[in-house]
């Protein structure tokens, strides 16, 4: 008997299965046990869901959420639809339920171009009618969490339940409230609610490496003998927190984590100012960015409703954190941006503003300690360096960028005039609180928004090169040498007011580093119109308070040191003498050293011997009469000469040895 030939093609019940099938019969055998109708011989490809029907199923379940949201709002009392992650201590030491959330750690993030894109998360969203209505509730589920944390933070450190990595709890927690109290734009990359209710948890958005960079980055303001390497060297302050870093760094650099990136910013902005480690810094900085853009944290889903009020503040806090960093160590650097506004979709608006009427604490920043009533102004300060940073991409990249000195006649006088515009469009919608130079009435500044002046003033000088260079090699005049000789003179001048009233106000020796690199930015223009002065003009005077103030700040700055000796090179080159003996070298009062600090002679300076060092006159009431009318304009203009390869006058500014 001929023997029987199995079909080619087995049923589909066999091929998923994976089984011998008879096919041949009517039946097969396997379908026959199962009871099942065979679909003899036929392959049939398994169904899949078109977009037209996912996108449909995306209609349905967006209409079931508006639904469910309406009948929450109608009941008294109901919780808001943002979903807000626990924050009570008996939740906080159960973490099992968040960490299990997929939407805590996110996939990696593939572009279009890649073979593991999904477009089908990118499907058109649903309208949404009650968008303002959604976004209102999720900002007071926000402020509410941020208000409750904010109590439990006590609570938690009094029982124990914080994470500090060895360290004693007091000084630990002591050195948090200094971060949280002056690190603007490198503390609001870290959302201080999820941060703190999970160092008692556990949770994701705390790790022992965020915490030790914190507790570096910090140290230098509160060097107690114990927190020194040298006791008698309060430089040293904090370098174990640094050593613990780098340990735990090797454990976790290959991964991409929120707490990693958000650990190797801060630490690549301190690495710079305070070590002056200016390759290192770059590169945590990098890394730091890559990982950002592997978590996908640049791109929001395109349907918000997948993630929590929370969860999308934090997303917003990290990537525009991220951003001012790039752009502030742009300019510090000298070095092109890495995260360019075109990559990235998040809108400028945080949600919780709990941290604006925050009152403000004068932690390190004056001898009273405090300032009963006064506001931190956190999120407008925040929301306002962003707009600045915005700017400052497109100076670096319009005005300074390789490419843009290799095409003749640029930079043209219309982009100058259009960065000089938007900059005093942003100056005018800086409210009196912030901009309180320009209050109705004397107000006492709050020491952010001194630093935020002052970066802006720094920003006039870069965006009115008075020469740039053709790309033959020939200066190109693209505006009369005495606008850019005044707008520059102006705005160091302003910088010089800002320094005054600073050292008014606060201690000039622990200062941001941001105003330490204004003041060199401020002195290298003094230095160009003192030249031709003389020592006994006002610009001199001005010369001599931002370089003693550089002085100051190589106490806590590695980067101010390199400043103050680029601007003695430029000081011997334009013969202008500045005789040490000028201001007497006295010790620092005693309120402006943390206790138990160790204070070394003869290497401070009093906070009023510098204010005593400036002409009073000398202010915002001075700019606009400047008198410029005996100065060689084409010479200071020659002196401000931009070079074609950013290794000139920006690079100068920036504090690079040439």
């Not at 360096?385 to 915005?390: Q, S």
Request: hydrophobic share 35%; glycine share 6%; proline share 7%.
């Amino acid at each position: 008997m001929p023997s029987r030939r199995r079909s080619a093609v087995a049923c589909l019940f066999c091929r998923e299965k994976k089984l011998r099938c008879d096919s041949v019969q009517p039946t097969c055998g396997n379908c026959a046990t199962k009871g099942l109708v065979c679909q003899q011989g036929i392959l049939q490809p398994k169904q899949r869901p078109t977009n037209h029907r996912i996108a449909q199923l995306e209609r349905e379940n967006q209409a079931l959420r508006e639904q469910y949201a309406h009948m929450q709002k109608s009941s008294p009392g109901s919780p808001s639809i943002s979903r807000v992650t626990p924050t009570s201590p008996i939740e906080a030491t159960h973490p099992e339920a968040r960490d299990s959330d997929p939407t805590n750690k996110p996939p990696p993030y593939h572009g279009p171009t890649s073979t593991a894109y999904d477009d089908s998360t990118l499907l058109p969203e649903a309208p949404r009618g009650d968008a303002p209505l959604a976004e209102e509730s999720a900002r007071q589920s926000l402020f509410a969490a941020a208000a409750r944390q904010r109590q439990l933070e006590r609570l938690n450190l009094a029982a124990g339940r914080l994470d500090f990595d060895g360290v004693d709890p007091a000084i630990g927690m002591h050195l948090l409230s200094i971060y949280w109290s002056r690190q603007l734009y490198t503390a609001q990359i870290i959302y201080r609610p999820a941060f703190m209710r999970d160092m008692a948890c556990g949770g994701p958005y705390f790790s022992r490496l965020l915490l030790n960079a914190i507790l570096f980055v910090v140290s230098k303001h509160y060097p107690r003998p114990e927190l020194c390497s040298d006791p008698d060297d309060i430089t040293t302050a904090g370098w174990r927190f640094r050593q613990r870093f780098t340990e735990l760094l090797r454990l976790m650099f290959d991964q991409s984590e929120i707490t990693t990136l958000q650990a190797l910013l801060i630490m690549s902005n301190a690495l710079f100012s305070r070590c002056d480690e200016r390759s290192r810094s770059w590169l945590y900085a990098g890394n730091s960015l890559n990982m950002l853009i592997d978590l996908g944290l640049h791109v929001l889903p395109s349907d918000p409703t997948r993630l929590t009020a929370e969860e999308l503040e934090i997303r917003k806090r990290v990537l525009w954190g991220a951003y001012l960093i790039d752009k502030i160590q742009c300019l510090f650097q000298g070095r092109h941006p890495l995260l360019r506004q075109v990559d990235f979709n998040t809108p400028l608006n945080f949600w919780d503003e709990y941290d604006e009427l925050e009152e403000f604490q004068c932690i390190t920043y004056a001898p009273a300690g405090s300032r009963p009533g006064v506001p931190s102004l956190n999120v407008t300060l925040l929301t306002k360096l962003c707009e600045l940073a915005l700017i400052i991409e497109r100076i670096v990249g319009e005005l300074y960028s390789v490419s843009t000195r290799d095409r003749a006649g640029s930079p043209s006088h219309m982009v100058t005039e259009k960065i000089n515009a938007d900059l005093t469009k942003w100056r005018n919608g800086l409210p009196p609180t912030v901009d309180y130079l320009s209050a109705p009435s004397p107000q006492i500044p709050l020491p952010q928004s001194c630093c935020l002046l002052a970066l802006y003033n720094v920003l006039i000088i870069l965006s009115n090169p008075p020469l740039v260079t053709d790309r033959n090699g020939g200066s190109n005049r693209f505006r009369p040498a005495h606008e850019g000789v005044a707008a520059c003179t102006g705005a160091a001048n302003q910088i010089a007011q800002i320094l005054r009233d600073y050292c008014q106000h606060y201690s000039i020796a622990s200062a941001p580093y941001m105003l330490s690199y204004a003041t060199y930015i401020s002195a290298t223009i003094h230095a160009h119109i003192a030249a031709q002065k003389g020592p006994d003009s006002s610009a001199f005077q001005s010369l001599v308070f931002c370089r003693r103030i550089l002085i100051e700040h190589t106490r806590l700055y590695g980067a101010a040191a390199k400043a103050r000796a680029n601007l003695d090179k430029l000081l011997e080159r334009l013969q202008v003498v500045i005789p040490d003996g000028d201001l007497p070298n006295q010790n620092i009062s005693n309120h402006l050293v943390p206790s138990g600090a160790t204070r070394r002679d003869g290497d401070t300076l009093a906070a009023m011997e510098l204010v005593d060092s400036i002409d009073p006159g000398l202010g915002v009431a001075e700019l606009p009469s400047l008198d410029l009318s005996d100065l060689d304009l084409e010479a200071i203009a020659e002196g401000l000469f931009v070079d074609g390869d950013l290794h000139g006058w920006m690079q100068s500014l920036s504090g690079v040895c040439q």
